[in-house]
């Protein structure tokens, strides 16, 4: 057996090699006492550095941002907390202005669902009851608690059709009532009407957003049917109102392939299936 290549002092991307070891690995290799860029020490095999199977301690393979004096509302980050490879998470310890810290995950930080300590979801709430005479049970307050759990709540039962559609709420609603609530009031807000996003395809913001009944609500579902006549596009359900036609009659001859003419002119009658056309 020919003598072995002294690997002392090479290097293999962040590895420098300090030693040989009297330590061999399971196929007999020679073992290397190796030490890191980022100062940890270590033993790799003479295969695993000469075939490019280790360049380092792990350390890169983890891809820090580092937070460190960044602020997030009320809160500035202090120090890492914890990292969890498994759960590709980091964990920050906060300072609140209120004084309190606290460790949150850097994801909550960096998407603003995590503000401050939890005093500032206290003030709201006390300003609310006190200044505007709105709690927990107010209906605006409702409105806006549950436009963000269908849009951030995997448990909510509207999340598939909202959040898991890359529905959102703009950063200033998502994170001050009172601003929801300022939009609303200025927006011609009123207890009988509903919070309705112009452009299905988007989030709730206050260029997509308006207060609306029942029935424009309705008619602005991406579900809706809608037939053309005279120049006019409408829903089945407007359709029904200007022509007496019930919605299930229009919603079927569309179905079967009627054209929006014959889906309008074509009259009802009681004897004739209402999926054929009449002859």
Known sequence: MGKSIDLTGKRYGKLTVIEKTD????????????RCDCGNEKKYSTNSLNRGLVTSCGCGQIKLEDLTGKRFGRLTVVEL??????SHGTRWLCKCDCGKQK???????????TTSCGCFSSEQKSKRTKTHGFGNGDRLYRIWSNMKSRCYSQADRNFKRYGARGIDICQEWRTD?????????????QDKLSIDRIDNNMGYSP????????????????TNVHITY???????????????IKPATLVSRKAHGWSDEECIEVPISQSNNQTTRKK
């Open 23 to 34: 330590a061999r690995d399971s196929a007999g290799c020679i073992m290397w006492k190796c």
């Open 103 to 113: 460790t949150i995950l850097a994801s909550c930080l960096k998407r603003g669902l």
């Open 207 to 222: 260029d997509n957003c308006r207060w609306t009944d029942t029935i424009t609500q309705n008619n602005n579902r991406r």
């Open 81 to 86: 907390d914890k990292y969890s490879p498994k």
């Open 177 to 189: 009532f009172l601003k929801f609530r300022e939009w609303a009031v200025a927006n011609g807000y």
């Open 230 to 244: 005279c120049g006019e596009t409408h829903t089945t359900a407007e359709w029904s109102k200007i022509t007496g």
